[in-house]
């Protein structure tokens, strides 16, 4: 669909298939339900890696984004992709696969907090040392050509601000 390098980092933002999860070092999925009990309120906006059992070689980052979009939960939903970001940067992973919010599982973002969220995954790509590829999943293609699409806008507000 889109393809963008911020920094050293590859950027694609396509619709998701299930052979899509083949190839990746790490997948990035929201936690259950029942993790989040387990974690309780102070994990909220919160990352970890969740080790496959059997020892698979994809890995698992688990992520808490608010499960409502609310106006005072917007900044958990920035703060809960940063930190899925940060834990792969801290387990050395090159090539990761992070879902949209919709296809998280996530109400649709107004358009104001679509761009800052852009804006917070391509801030984070500018502080990593080891990923090099970040696939955007999305749900469907509207999904992903609306934030192909403001993408390309963001790339090019930077660019004429700089």
């Known amino acids: 669909m889109l393809t963008y390098m911020q920094n050293d980092v590859m950027i694609k933002i396509e619709v998701a298939t299930e052979e899509q999860e083949d190839g990746f070092e790490a997948m990035v999925r929201p936690a259950t339900d029942q993790q ?16 496959s059992p059997t020892g698979g070689e994809l890995k698992t980052i688990k992520f808490m984004p608010p499960k409502a979009m609310k106006e005072d ?25 992070l879902p949209l919010p919709e296809r998280a599982g996530l109400e649709r973002p107004e ?16 502080a990593l040392h080891h990923l090099r590829y970040l696939r955007l999943l999305a749900s469907g293609e509207q999904e992903a050509v609306r934030y192909a699409n403001r993408l390309v806008e963001e790339r090019d507000w930077h660019v004429r601000s700089s």
């Open 111 to 126: 358009g104001a907090l679509e761009s800052e969220l852009l804006r917070t995954l391509l801030a984070q790509c500018d």
């Open 73 to 97: 939960t917007q900044h958990e939903l920035l703060k809960s992709y940063r930190f899925a970001i940060r834990v792969a940067e801290a387990h050395e992973v090159n090539t990761l696969a």
């Open 36 to 51: 989040r009990h387990d974690l309780g309120r102070a994990a909220v906006g919160q990352a970890w890696m969740a080790w």
